[in-house]
């Protein structure tokens, strides 16, 4: 006679799969829910930007000309639209105004759902072309950044079982108003560690709010083992501090002890308040600054070397107004956090918990292979929100 164990066994499988699935789909719909709300709650409330306890310091920001040209990205972000069809557009193109600019999150697409065209939806005339509109944008430096982050996703897929929702090419491109020599105009990306708006007035850009992420931030295995990501930001990080006096460490160190993240203007928080805390930088000697404006500039030069030059004028124009914070240790291998905040400047640096390479690092506690980095343009031109107000001011009363 004939046993049913193996199908027995076989049925049991599938109905386990399938309990399986559905918790899993379960939860993810509840961890989706959970962020939708949450971004309603925050792109509904007024943009004001990231300020101190004190509020918008006002006046910081001018529409000016720059000397160089935009040209080659507006032309590209022309071409860009062109190779997409008709409802590619349609979810693609937003108006220069809309609340689209303020829609990212630096979360994977299994709990966030993305406006957009991604790049896995691309044929590869249209990849190109997206690929162009970044290269314009970017320097060589920041366009090879991008790369690597989107590379830890294919290595998380890999750590995580294949998982559907982490991909190198689940990344979507938008853009805001009508590329234009003239008017204002922008495009954004929106991925797992990887967020940059771009908005564009002539010739003048403002390339933030930009997150930059990366976990595993070093990957051992698979498809692109030996990728290393952010680790410039984290050595020359460390090293700055670690050059400081002790009496200057004590001064900018808030904890001596990283148990949680700490980042403070990350997604969902374009008004958030974040007071000057640390050290102040006008109390640095000439070679301190020195240092800690090429610190900076690991951050501002992913972007196009000449307005990057400009962005760093502007920095060092108010570098006597900057303060420098530490969260941490300063040990060779240590974990921290580490914030430069000036009128016109945010950038935040945060080791964070484990989330999808719980397999390599058990536990909870910050680690050197999860990154988080923002950079912001506080009081209120994030966006280029300031800039476009003004804009409109003059010429759409």
């Known amino acids: 006679m ?4 193996p199908h027995l066994v076989i049925l049991l499988s599938v109905a386990t799969l399938s309990y399986a699935q559905t918790a899993y789909d379960s939860g993810t719909l509840g961890a989706k829910k959970r962020f939708t709300d949450r971004e309603l709650a925050a792109i509904t409330e007024p943009y004001v930007g ?7 310091q006002p006046g910081l920001f001018k529409i000016e000309p720059t000397g160089v040209s935009t ?7 022309e071409t860009f639209l062109k190779s997409l069809t008709g409802a590619q557009l349609l979810q693609t193109q937003f108006a220069v105004d809309d609340t689209e600019w303020r829609r990212w999150f630096n979360v994977d697409n299994g709990i ?3 406006q957009g065209t991604s790049l896995r939806e691309m044929n590869n005339t249209q990849k190109a072309a997206a690929r162009n509109l970044m290269s314009a944008t970017l320097s060589a430096r920041g366009l090879d950044l991008t790369d690597a982050i989107r590379k830890t996703d294919q290595t998380l897929k890999e750590l995580n079982d294949g998982a559907m929702h982490l991909d190198e090419e689940l990344y979507f491109f938008t853009v805001m108003g009508v590329p234009s020599a003239t008017d204002p105009w922008g495009w954004q990306i929106d991925g797992h560690h990887l967020v940059i708006n771009a908005f564009i007035l002539g010739d003048q850009i403002v390339m933030t709010p930009t997150f930059l992420g990366a976990e595993p931030a070093h990957a051992l295995t698979g498809k692109y083992a030996g990728n290393k990501v952010l680790q410039a930001e984290q050595n020359d990080g460390l090293a700055f501090m670690q050059s400081l006096s002790s009496e200057q460490q004590k001064a900018a160190t808030l904890n001596t002890q990283k148990r949680r993240n700490s980042i403070q203007a990350e997604a969902l928080k374009d008004n958030a308040i974040v007071d000057y805390a640390g050290i102040s930088v006008a109390t640095f000697t000439d070679g301190q600054k020195s240092r800690f404006l090429a610190l900076a500039e690991n951050y501002i030069g992913n972007l196009r070397e000449g307005h990057a030059a400009i962005w760093m004028q502007q920095i060092e124009a108010h570098l006597d107004d900057t303060w420098f914070a530490w969260i941490g240790s300063t040990d060779y291998d240590a ?15 945060d080791h964070q918990g484990p989330v999808g390479t719980r397999s390599l690092h058990p536990g909870r506690n910050p680690i050197r292979d999860h990154i988080h980095t923002i950079i912001r343009t506080p009081n209120g031109n994030d966006y280029g929100k300031d800039l476009l107000r003004q804009h409109l001011e003059e010429h759409h009363r």
Do not use: C, M, N, Q
């Open 71 to 77: 040209t080659a990205i507006s032309a590209a972000a």
């Open 335 to 349: 974990v921290f956090y580490y914030r430069i905040h000036s009128p016109v400047i945010l950038i935040e640096f």
């Open 2 to 5: 004939r046993s049913f164990l």
């Open 112 to 114: 966030y759902t993305r």
């Open 50 to 56: 990231v300020k101190t306890a004190d509020g918008i």
